[in-house]
Structure formats: C-alpha cells, structure tokens
C-alpha cells in the first residue's frame, strides 16, 4: 500500500494549486480517500474526503474553495485548491481506508497515509 502526494509548492494568495495523490496497492476505488493537513504547531485537520459511493465532506473552512476528484483508471486522487488564503499553508497529507464513521474528516479514523507535500501560501 502506498500513497504519493504532488503539486505542492509555493503561490500568492488568491492563487490556485492541484494536488494529486497516487495509490497503489489496493483497490484503490474501494475505500474513502482524502486529504487532510496540518500547519506547523497545530493538529493535523480534514481538508475534504470522498468514499466510493460518491458522497464527500469537505471541511467548513475549505468550503466553496476546494474540490476533491478521483480518476479511479489513474488510481488518483486530486484536491484542487481555488482562492487560497495564507492560512491553508500546511504540509497536505492524502489518506485512504476510513475505519471510522461515513466520511469522517478526523485524522485518527483513517489507516493509511502519504508522506506529505507542502503547500505555502503568500
């Protein structure tokens, strides 16, 4: 099992960033898969998830801003990030195998995870 997050990088505020996050390893289509993040000094935090149904849940603060997507042909996730604010600076962790409630957004409930990718915005 392994998760691969891209598209990090730095932007001014206002600006725009996809990330992508490439599974391997399962059924990637199977499970619930999402993003999340966390700042430094702070708790990591769910940014958005998507289950296999479709159903997704996005973070209040991220709301109308973010947009989660799959390509299951690709085994990928992406999170396409509009309007950044200087305070969705974090590292970004994508993460699969939800074994918590339906579409749950608390980091704990999920078993796997990618390395991270930094996001920095100005």
């Known amino acids: 099992v392994q998760l691969v997050e891209s598209g990090g990088g730095s932007v001014q505020a206002g600006g725009s960033l996809r990330l992508s996050c490439a599974a391997s390893g399962y059924t990637y289509s199977s499970y619930c898969m999402g993003w999340f993040r966390q700042a430094p000094g702070k708790e990591r935090e769910g940014v958005g998830v998507?289950?296999?149904?479709?159903?997704?849940s996005y973070a209040d603060s991220v709301k109308g801003r973010f947009t989660i997507s799959k390509d299951n042909a690709k085994n990928t996730l992406y999170l396409q990030m509009n309007s950044l604010k200087p305070d969705d600076s974090a590292m970004y962790y994508c993460?699969?195998?939800?074994?918590?409630?339906?579409?749950?957004?608390?980091?704990?409930?999920?078993?796997?995870w990618g390395q991270g990718t930094q996001v920095t915005v100005s």
């Open positions: 998507v289950d296999s149904d479709g159903g997704a």
């Open positions: 993460a699969a195998w939800n074994t918590g409630p339906y579409l749950s957004l608390d980091p704990s409930s999920y078993r796997d």
